[in-house]
């Protein structure tokens, strides 16, 4: 059960997916990008957020004939909400990667709904394959050199490129963020230990597996040690795996 899916549905966003699908996958993708990045966000952006999302799924049901404008508005709202919630790591990494950092100012002059967009494309590419990767890496690679030989032209060039990129990243099948974040703190081999628990014990480990991507190393490290610490006590004790996932769960939410 994906992450998207869970923050599509704890926003309240299920009534609503197929008029927003209608609208093409550019809006739809920036709804889920939108939406995942929330879950990391913090309380009080999550918060505002949910009003935003419950306007657009009220308005959307009652105007569905007009859903363009008010999912575009919605976006540009939840866009410059996101943007507040601090810098991540992980957005730092995946721009230095595909070679952006001599545009940075160019991009980020256009104003904060374009540079948002380009980031999480960006970050979204890091977990989409290869092959999505290298053709992204194209896209950037001739974005830079448009806009170091045209930058007074910059508005098109960008809208462009985020049209290609987003179209791309769209069709990265699930190789997830989960995944990834669950075998880097070596949880692959009790998966099955902690799902059988059910899906409310395993959702919380996946949620805060991908929560500490974003995190920094500081944090990362010390959970490193606690789900090291659980992956060892699962391993020896499989039968009393309830109280040790639960304790787990409480240190790691700390």
Do not use: C, E, M
């Not at 809006?27 to 009080?44: E, V």
């Not at 092959?131 to 992204?136: F, K, N, T, V």
């Not at 974003?214 to 006590?233: M, P, S, Y």
């Amino acid at each position: 059960k994906d992450l998207v899916d869970f923050a599509l549905n704890s926003l309240g966003l299920s009534q609503v997916i197929d008029t927003i699908q209608a609208l093409g996958t550019d809006y739809w993708n920036q709804i889920k990008q939108i939406a995942t990045q929330l879950l990391f966000a913090g309380q009080q952006i999550w918060q505002q957020a949910t009003v935003v999302f419950q306007q657009l799924v009220t308005d959307l049901q009652n105007h569905a004939t007009d859903a363009l404008p008010l999912v575009v508005q919605a976006i540009g709202q939840l866009t410059s909400l996101v943007g507040q919630s601090g810098k991540r790591d992980l957005v730092d990494f995946a721009l230095n990667s595909l070679g952006l950092s001599q545009v940075i100012d160019t991009i980020q002059a256009l104003g904060t709904d374009y540079w948002n967009q380009i980031k999480q494309i960006a970050t979204q590419l890091l977990f989409a394959g290869q092959q999505i990767w290298q053709q992204a890496t194209v896209v950037f690679q001739q974005l830079v050199t448009d806009l170091q030989n045209h930058a007074t032209d910059a508005l098109p060039l960008v809208v462009q490129a985020i049209g290609q990129l987003t179209s791309l990243v769209g069709q990265s099948g699930k190789r997830d963020l989960v995944d990834f974040a669950l075998n880097s703190l070596g949880l692959s081999q009790v998966i099955d230990t902690i799902q059988a628990l059910g899906t409310d014990y395993w959702n919380q480990i996946k949620q805060i597996a991908t929560q500490l991507l974003f995190a920094g190393q500081q944090i990362w490290q010390q959970a490193t040690v606690v789900f090291q610490q659980l992956v060892t006590d699962l391993q020896n004790h499989a039968t009393d795996a309830l109280p040790l996932v639960v304790q787990a769960i409480g240190q790691l939410t700390s």
